[in-house]
Nanobody, 116 residues
């Protein structure tokens, strides 16, 4: 069964940086879409960034210019570099992967807390 494992979350001060990682047990070369979502307490899950099978990357408006998505196929890993973090970025961040055929997977999430 497909497994996605996120890591890299933690506590950081406003203006700081974190880099999240998502390792896919089934590899990342055969995907329709890989993405990061986040969910803050009491709020709906929000799209953060995503990359299609053609390599096209899109960002949510609230993170554009501050976050950078990348991937390393040799390590079966997708990354999210988060710079200039703000308190409103506090959330659980989830990795998402969609395989050809529509199988849709989420990781268990990693907590990011931005606070002074």
């Amino acid at each position: 069964q497909e497994q996605l494992v996120e890591s890299g979350g933690g506590l950081v001060q406003p203006g700081g940086s974190l880099k999240l990682s998502c390792v896919a047990s089934g590899g990342i070369t055969s995907t329709v879409l890989m993405a990061w979502y986040r969910q803050a307490p009491g709020k709906q899950r929000e799209f953060v960034a995503g990359i299609t099978d053609s390599g096209s990357i899109r960002y949510g408006k609230s993170v554009e210019g501050r976050f950078t998505l990348s991937r390393d196929n040799t390590k079966n890993t997708m990354y999210l570099q988060m710079n200039n973090l703000k308190p409103e970025d506090t959330a659980v961040y989830y990795c998402n992967l969609i395989r050809p055929g529509g199988a849709n997977y989420y990781g268990q999430g990693t907590q990011v807390t931005v606070s002074s």
